[in-house]
């Protein structure tokens, strides 16, 4: 699901597959459903994790209801689902964010099945890098949010986004996540990212804001 190679502030993930959809050019023949190969729209089809290749797959709703059904965790495919939380009241603060090594405003993080662990990736030129943090700063992370509770393994992320002004937090689709990490890689720009870069990612936050339901219950 990422990039090549690596940069000074952290490794680049191997294996590039997931992200591929992503980043290089649309074939001309229409996208088929990996698990069945009937045709699949273009837009509003569904995605499966490849929990055995680390990649995303195209699937057709019925294939996608399929890999949601209780028990299906323990299968290699599973359907990414389409839920967006928002945790305005995360503890995440700039002294966390600093232990994580982060050089950009953005990061997702996901638990990582095969690993057994919290995974934390950002967007670069060089695609999805993984930040290498101590356990103790993926605890704190887990801890900052009672959005971590709610994490489905390999299928949903973490989705943090720090600017001069706040910190916001969502719980998202995997998905989305590469999705945003093949835009800022064809977009990028210069040191910071570009005008163009720096306007798709307003546009993207817009949209997560937008979909993104606060859920019932206060913090402890």
């Not at 089809?45 to 949601?68: G, N, W």
């Not at 005008?195 to 979909?211: I, K, M, T």
């Amino acid at each position: 699901m990422s990039a090549p190679q690596a940069r000074p502030e952290g490794r680049a993930v191997q294996g590039r597959r997931g992200l591929r959809r992503f980043t290089m050019p649309r074939p001309p023949q229409q996208e088929r459903c990996e698990l069945c190969g009937v045709p699949v729209p273009e837009d509003g089809h569904r995605h499966l994790v490849d929990t055995e290749k680390r990649a995303l797959a195209c699937a057709c709703s019925p294939c996608a209801q399929l890999m949601a059904r209780p028990g299906a965790s323990r299968a290699r495919f599973r359907a990414v689902p389409d839920r967006y939380l928002a945790d305005p009241d995360h503890r995440l603060d700039d002294g966390a964010w600093e232990l994580l090594q982060i050089p950009v405003g953005v990061a997702f993080f996901f638990h990582n099945a095969a690993l057994g662990r919290l995974v934390a990736l950002y967007p670069s030129p060089a695609g999805a890098t993984e930040s290498e943090v101590e356990p103790s700063v993926r605890q704190s992370v887990l801890r900052a949010t009672l959005l971590a509770d709610e994490l489905e393994p390999d299928v949903e992320a973490l989705l943090v986004r720090r600017t001069n002004e706040r910190t916001e937090c969502y719980l998202v689709p995997i998905d989305i996540c590469y999705s945003l990490v093949g835009r800022m890689r064809l977009l990028w720009q210069g040191f910071d990212g570009g005008a163009e870069a720096r306007a798709d990612l307003e546009a993207f936050f817009d949209d997560v804001r937008r979909r993104a339901r606060t859920p019932q219950g206060s913090r402890p």
